[in-house]
């Protein structure tokens, strides 16, 4: 455990002043003060909105950019960055002689592409909430205050982090095999693009496909409760545990563990 907590701050030292790391921070600040500057200067448009349909509105300017390219990109970005610092720096030899297991630096260097896309996700989750609530305060007119969807919100990206590990597992093997940009990059630039159209299309297996699970995560996240039939909104929850969730874990945990076993036994240049 302490080799791993040495190689994981030894990744937050390293990757601190790269775009990665700041894109993690910066992309959800932008996009969420976005629809903050939408709503805010077009706000006639949305006085006459019920309170929970201009909640859905506001948050799905960022929900639908993530779910759609933007998450599944940045995931294949962050797993690729990650790995790019030893390839640059040719220290990969250097970094494994060190007196800490070839586990600990492998299983830290993931787990650091994985907290990486989960404060990308948590501050998308933060500014979205906190700038809704913003708008009620400085925008009464519109019915911001006359609902709460932090716990849905909340909810959604956590599926939304949970869909992504399948794409992050492959990409972060991938990366760390190959040094050159283009071929992890490239493969996952097709598969992305792959996985928004079976998921756009409704195939019913696109949820076998871990580029597909964002978007299809995202599609299958709301479901209606007991009462909802009768209107109220509160009646809306979150289904996390879906058939994309289940394949994406899954094949995180099988690409992550078969991943340390290709790194065990190959020469790492």
């Known amino acids: 455990m302490k080799g791993f907590l040495l190689s994981f701050r030894s990744e937050f030292y390293k990757s601190r002043k790269t775009l990665g790391f700041w894109a993690a921070i910066l992309l959800p600040l932008l996009i969420s003060a976005l629809a903050l500057v939408i709503f805010y200067t077009q706000s006639h448009k949305f006085v006459r909105m019920d309170p929970m349909m201009l909640w859905v509105q506001f948050s799905m300017i960022s929900l639908g950019i993530m779910g759609s390219l933007l998450l599944p990109m940045y995931t294949i970005f962050v797993a690729y960055s990650v790995n790019s610092i030893e390839h640059k720096a040719d220290t990969w030899k250097t970094l494994f002689s060190l007196p800490i297991s070839r586990w600990a630096v492998y299983s830290a260097k ?160």
């Open 110 to 269: 993931y787990f650091y592409a994985m907290f990486l896309v989960f404060l990308c996700l948590a501050l998308f989750a933060i500014f979205t909430i906190g700038f809704g609530n913003l708008l009620a305060s400085i925008k009464p007119e519109l019915k911001f205050g006359q609902y709460h969807m932090e716990k849905q919100l909340l909810q959604l990206y956590f599926k939304m982090f949970l869909s992504s590990l399948g794409i992050l597992s492959i990409q972060f093997l991938l990366s760390l095999l190959w040094a050159d940009f283009l071929k992890p990059m490239g493969i996952g630039f097709v598969a992305t693009i792959t996985g928004v159209i079976m998921a756009s299309k409704d195939w019913e297996y696109a949820y076998a496909f871990p580029y597909a699970h964002p978007m299809a995560a995202l599609a299958s996240a709301i479901k209606r409760g007991p009462g909802a039939r009768r209107g109220p909104a509160s009646e809306f929850v979150i289904n996390i545990l879906t058939n994309d969730v289940y394949v994406a874990l899954g094949v995180a945990v099988v690409v992550f563990i078969a991943g340390y076993f290709i790194v065990r036994k190959r020469s790492v240049k």
